[in-house]
């Protein structure tokens, strides 16, 4: 079992900057890849920005070059660091942790956290 707690979102200015920020505890040395994920209303959970174990990193299209995603093994922390930001990155923002294959594979999520983008 893996537990995740974010914190960083909020209300911001289209233009303005935000870090996410995600801490797992529970079976860590387990994991394989954290990352970022966000749903928007009426819309699919789509991935945002990973980082998996090697320090290989994955972004949605839409993010790139405006989203920075970082990890911290020795804290077993993710964040994810967004500039530039734009209405349509509104959206419940997920840390989510992948367990390495030979483990299960198993995914966990965190609660959510809320980002919103208007002036």
């Known amino acids: 079992q893996v537990q995740l707690e974010e914190s960083g979102g909020g209300l911001v200015q289209p233009g303005g900057s935000l870090t996410l920020s995600c801490a797992a505890s529970?079976?860590?040395?387990?994991?394989?890849?954290m990352g970022w994920y966000r749903q928007a209303p009426g819309e699919q959970r789509e991935l945002v920005a990973t980082?998996?174990?090697?320090?290989?990193?994955n972004y949605a299209d839409s993010v790139k070059g405006r989203f920075t995603v970082s990890r911290n093994n020795a804290k077993n922390t993710v964040h994810l660091q967004m500039n530039s930001l734009k209405p349509e990155d509104t959206a419940v923002y997920y840390c989510?942790?992948?367990?390495?294959?030979?483990?299960?594979?198993?995914?966990?999520w965190g609660q959510g956290t809320q980002v919103t983008v208007s002036s």
């Open positions: 989510n942790v992948r367990l390495k294959a030979a483990m299960g594979g198993n995914n966990y």
């Open positions: 529970g079976s860590i040395f387990n994991i394989d890849t």
């Open positions: 980082w998996a174990s090697g320090g290989r990193t």
